[in-house]
């Protein structure tokens, strides 16, 4: 006798990040497809989550998040991302970033509401959305520099849009979006009366003088802004998930009770852990930017050489590259022989697109590892030769 399968799970299944990761994991391989982060984080996180622990943190937090968290992140919002917000009342702690979107979803959108998504796009935001039976409306971005149509962007408005979300600096792209885009969203959002959902967890991580801009810090975009980061890509600690939401009060405290109830809170010595995050200097933030950006330039000039056309990312730490057609039968037939061939897991372009067609060649790569790591990685990548 079969059993009750919930129709909103029958199409789900593993995504080909996890899949190419647990493969490569198996062979011994460098993984260059899942954002995992497997850098140290910072000395002085790993010791207030130890201090914490010490001093039996252990019990349940505020369903908001400890408030001494919710006051760093405040200082945080309004010294590096220019957003005003109350502790209080203004932020929610969750359970990760991917936690904040779950939350931010539930809390605004019902089902068969429609959400504007830029594609290529971020699996799990589109997933998620799915899931929850919200209508995803696309909008391509374009290579090299993943531009749009605003004239595209304007049409996918409709009287059922109730959200539309960004992603800057962007997974899988790397793009980091303008004021002069964002602020285009921000007037079709007020026009259309829609939320803005914006995922900033690599908001540090931009290069060649792009600028990381908030929307949330335009007063026109204040009381519908939903700013979305988090601790996993900013400290390398992807597996500690402590994520937050910043946002008018009345939908903050909406979230917040979803999380409870689903999460009951974040872990609490973590928690902890990420004040100490917070209170490092300006440095740190350089340095890592820094390093990023040695990483992104040796992937680069490696996939250049070996015959691939890389879309240098303006922030984050992925890139798409492309290679030429015909070199292999798509997308998922280049990650699977690379990963046979020299034992280098990427993930296929394909995955991220509304049209898979348009990334059937093109691969993602993921340069968040520790500098040998990625050397070995660039070297086993040479062996593949330019064609």
């Known amino acids: 006798m079969d059993k009750p399968v919930a129709d909103r799970v ?69 010294d590096f991302n220019k957003i005003e917000c109350d502790p209080e009342t203004e932020v929610a702690v969750t359970v990760g970033s991917a936690g904040s979107f779950a939350c931010a979803v539930l809390s605004t ?3 068969g509401d429609e959400c504007i998504v830029f594609s290529p796009f971020y699996s799990y935001h589109v997933n998620l959305l799915q899931l929850l039976g919200v209508k995803v409306t696309f909008v391509d971005l374009h290579p090299p520099d993943w531009s749009y149509d605003s004239n595209r962007l304007a049409s996918a408005f409709t009287d059922r849009t109730r959200m539309v979300l960004v992603c800057t600096p962007g997974n899988p792209t790397g793009k980091v979006f303008t004021e002069s885009e964002l602020r285009e969203v921000t007037e079709l959002a007020n026009r259309h009366n829609t939320w803005i959902v914006t995922d900033e967890i690599y908001e540090y991580i931009t290069y060649d ?29 992807t597996g500690w998930r402590i994520g937050y939401t910043v946002g008018p009060a009345e939908i903050i405290g ?38 990023y950006l040695a990483k992104r330039e040796l992937l680069v000039d490696t996939l250049r050489g070996i015959g691939f056309e890389p879309f240098v990312p303006a922030g984050s730490y992925y890139l798409l590259a492309s290679f030429e057609k015909g070199r292999w039968p798509g997308a998922t037939a280049a990650t699977e022989s690379i990963l046979e061939q020299v034992g280098v897991a990427t993930v296929p372009g394909s995955a991220f697109y509304r049209n898979p067609a348009d990334g059937e060649a093109q691969l993602r790569f993921c340069y968040a590892k520790q500098l040998p790591a990625l050397q070995d990685a660039c070297d086993r990548l040479r062996q593949l030769g330019s064609r």
Do not use: W
């Open 109 to 111: 959108l019902n089902p």
């Open 209 to 237: 003088g792009h600028e990381h801009v908030s929307v949330g810090r335009f007063p026109e975009a204040r009381d519908r802004t939903l700013t979305i980061s988090g601790a996993s890509k900013t400290y390398a600690v």
């Open 10 to 78: 029958r199409s789900i299944q593993q995504s080909d990040i996890r899949r190419f990761s647990a493969v490569c994991a198996a062979m011994n391989g460098v993984n260059l497809s899942q954002g995992v982060c497997d850098q140290p984080a910072p000395d002085p996180v790993k010791a207030a989550a130890k201090a914490a622990i010490d001093r039996d943190h252990a019990t349940y937090t505020n369903l908001r998040g400890i408030a001494e968290l919710r006051g760093a992140i405040a200082k945080k919002m309004r």
């Open 254 to 291: 909406r979230m917040a009770v979803v999380s409870d109830l689903f999460y009951i809170c974040s872990p609490a010595p973590l928690q902890h852990g990420i004040v100490a995050g917070m209170g490092l200097a300006d440095s740190y933030y350089e340095q890592m930017r820094e390093d």
